[in-house]
Structure formats: structure tokens, C-alpha cells
């Protein structure tokens, strides 16, 4: 049963009530300042967008001038709102001939925390098919370009404190990308010296073990101490033969052809014999900063691998040097017990 936005709502799941909270900040801004509002729909969406009515005069009709002429543009927008990139081909054509009607714009927003770089290259032909079978834009946006388009728009004091509060709320639920704050510690036992004398990382792309979640921050591990803490620029995969590879990761959008060039020439120096039998992940990296992060409890790292999440928020750092400096002498155990 369809029911009103509202700021005190009745749902119990979490993608409901998401949906609400992202509703009544577009639904108050609409009410505040329906100029800003149009500019938010018009820059997620890219298209010349008008919301508010025009006022004309001397405006040749099929039939008539009026002498004045007042008009409000007909259009429909959905929002299909996922907790994560979970869309359904399915719901998504039944949403499109829901909105198939005589308007000037159609528009269906896809409103998830994608972590990819480009949503929208998961959605080419849905986004190609929409437009020419139905003339619908199919719009995939991330809640972090939600709430900073609703913050670069004017408003009021008032409208500012919800936003605060709203920011808080997706970022206090992992709606906002985790990517950035989070410390991807590897065991480099045998390959610490290619991450610190050429900033670059390297392991087979087969998956299981070999597996890395998308971070921002990278931590070669050897003899229980991390020694150095990274920015990771991209993860590149280069292809069996190495001389093809495709971007992954795009952390701090480079120009990927140049991307690609610096992973094939350090895998063909460093990994060609490797490299001739199977993929190979590059992780590309830049700014090492000197650190002593070490593991106090006993025992190495039994795994390829440990996540620290959300480190980069418990202490706020924009760069791999300021976290490096919060993190100076203390240990794993000190750390996890504060993230």
C-alpha cells in the first residue's frame, strides 16, 4: 500500500526506511526552494530539467497566441533505492512501462552505494534500451553523490542541520563507500622489496585467497610489522601473455591508458616468466609513508591478508602520511579495539 514520505514513518526494514530518509530530503528541499531542487535533478541526471513553472507572453500555440502563457513541464521520476547493487532486470522493466507516458521527461534513478567507478557501464544496455523503446533516462547514482549534490544546492540553516543529520545517517549505516577509509594489510614476506623500491604489489588474479575487497590504503606485512602504508592508485589486471590489461580500480581517477602502460611495464620487469601462464593483479602505488604499525599477539598473519575498515574514519586521514602518523606505535590490537 502506497503511502506518503514522511519524517516519522512506520517502516521496520532498513531499505524502507532508506528509501524514506533519501525521500524527505528531496521532498523538504522541494518545499524550501523548488529552484534547488530542480538544479539537483538536473545535475544527477544531466538533463536540462525544469520543475518550476515558465511565465510567457505572445507564445504561438497550434492554434492561438495567448497573451500570456503559463506552463509547467509534465514528468515522472523514480527512484528504485538498493542498500547494495542488487537491481533485477525484471523490476527494472516494470518500473519502465509504469513511467512509459505522455511526459516530457522520464527519468529512473538507480540509488545504490555502487562501488564501482562507473555504475553506469554495469547498466549500458538496460540504460540504451530504456531510452529508445520507451524515451526513459535510466540514471544508476551513488548516495554519495546524492547528499554532496544536496549540499552544493542553496538552502536554508534549517534545511542544512537535516542534511548534516542525513549525511550522518548513511554514513553511520555503510551507505557512504567503505573503500576510503579502509587499510588492506598483505603479507609480503616474499615481495616486500617490489612494493617498496617500485610501488607495486603483485599476485595471481585466481581468485579464493588471491581475492582483494576494493581499499584505499595498503600495508605490506613482513615479520609482523607493517613497515610502510601506501595509497593504492588502481588495481590493473594484467591478461595472460602481459600485453593486455583492464582498470579494476580507478582510486584517484588517472587516465587509465596511462594506468595500464605503468602496470604492463612493472609486471613485464618484475613477473614476465609469471605473467606468461596466467592474469596477474597490479596494484599501482603511490605516497609510501614510513610507519610502525606491528602485531603484538602471537603468531604471524595466518592469512593473505587483513582488513582494517573504517580505519580511516576512527582516524581521520584525506592521505596514506596523515595515517601513517596517527598510527605510529601502536599495534593491531590497540586498533581493532577502537575501529
Known amino acids: 500500500m502506497a503511502k506518503e514520505i514522511r519524517l516519522f514513518n512506520d517502516y521496520h526494514t532498513k531499505e524502507n526506511i532508506l528509501s524514506n530518509h533519501c525521500g524527505v530530503m528531496l521532498k523538504m528541499l522541494y518545499e524550501e526552494n523548488p529552484k534547488s531542487f530542480e538544479e539537483v535533478i538536473s545535475v ?30 509534465s514528468f515522472a521520476i523514480f527512484f528504485e533505492t538498493k542498500r547494495t547493487n542488487w537491481f533485477h532486470d525484471p523490476q527494472i522493466e516494470r518500473h519502465l512501462k509504469s513511467l512509459h507516458k505522455n511526459r516530457d521527461h522520464n527519468i529512473l534513478f538507480l540509488l545504490s552505494n555502487f562501488e564501482e567507478d562507473r555504475p553506469e557501464e554495469i ?22 553523490q546524492l547528499v554532496e549534490t544536496l549540499e552544493t544546492t542553496e538552502h536554508s540553516d534549517n534545511y542544512n542541520r537535516y542534511l548534516d543529520e542525513f549525511r550522518d545517517f548513511l554514513d553511520r549505516n555503510n551507505y557512504l563507500p567503505t573503500w576510503k577509509y579502509m587499510l588492506d594489510v598483505v603479507n609480503c614476506a616474499s ?33 609482523k610489522n607493517v613497515k610502510y602504508i601506501h595509497e593504492i592508485k588502481a588495481l590493473v589486471i594484467a591478461e595472460e601473455g602481459g600485453e593486455n590489461a583492464v582498470v579494476e580500480w580507478n582510486n584517484f581517477n588517472f587516465d587509465e591508458k596511462e594506468l595500464i602502460t605503468e602496470a604492463l611495464e612493472k609486471v613485464n620487469l618484475l613477473r614476465k616468466e609469471e605473467v606468461m601462464n596466467r592474469n596477474m593483479q597490479v596494484f599501482l602505488l603511490q605516497n609510501p609513508a614510513e610507519v610502525n604499525f606491528r602485531k603484538d599477539s602471537d603468531g604471524g598473519l595466518y592469512s593473505s591478508k587483513k582488513y582494517f575498515k573504517n580505519i580511516a574514519q576512527k582516524f581521520p586521514s584525506e592521505s ?20
Open 44 to 73: 544527477l541526471s544531466g538533463l536540462d530539467f525544469a520543475v518550476t513553472p515558465s511565465f510567457e507572453q505572445q507564445i504561438k500555440k497550434s492554434n492561438s497566441y495567448p497573451d500570456i502563457v503559463i506552463e509547467q513541464p
Open 123 to 144: 547498466f549500458k544496455m538496460q540504460i540504451a534500451d530504456a531510452y529508445e523503446k520507451y524515451d526513459i533516462h535510466i540514471v544508476p547514482i551513488t548516495f554519495e
Open 191 to 223: 615481495t616486500i622489496n617490489e612494493v617498496h623500491d617500485y610501488n607495486v604489489y603483485m599476485c595471481p588474479a585466481t581468485g579464493g585467497k588471491y581475492k582483494h575487497r576494493r581499499g584505499k590504503y595498503f600495508g605490506g606485512y613482513k615479520q
Open 320 to 339: 596514506s602520511k596523515e595515517l601513517a602518523e596517527q598510527l605510529q606505535g601502536k599495534t593491531w590490537e590497540e586498533v581493532e579495539k577502537m575501529i
